[in-house]
């Protein structure tokens, strides 16, 4: 999940990183409507919070996560 969560993979809509990503669009569409039920707000809120927070986990890995 981490490769679709990028900081430019964020700013994209979903339909058109598929192809970036290597994925069916479908399969794209999903793990954003995950991500923002998880979240429990959409994706447009906190935006810098948010890509930040991406961009976190990108650099750093996984030890920056909260732990489940």
């Known amino acids: 999940m981490t490769r679709t969560c990028t900081p430019a993979a964020a700013r994209v809509r979903a339909a058109a990183s598929p192809d970036g990503l290597h994925v ?9 409507a995950r991500a923002v ?13 948010l890509e930040l927070a991406l961009t976190a986990v990108h650099w750093l890995g996984e030890a920056v996560l909260p732990e489940r």
């Open 24 to 32: 069916h669009k479908s399969t794209v569409k999903y793990r954003v």
């Open 37 to 49: 039920a998880q979240r429990g707000r959409p994706l447009e809120d906190d935006r810098l919070e």
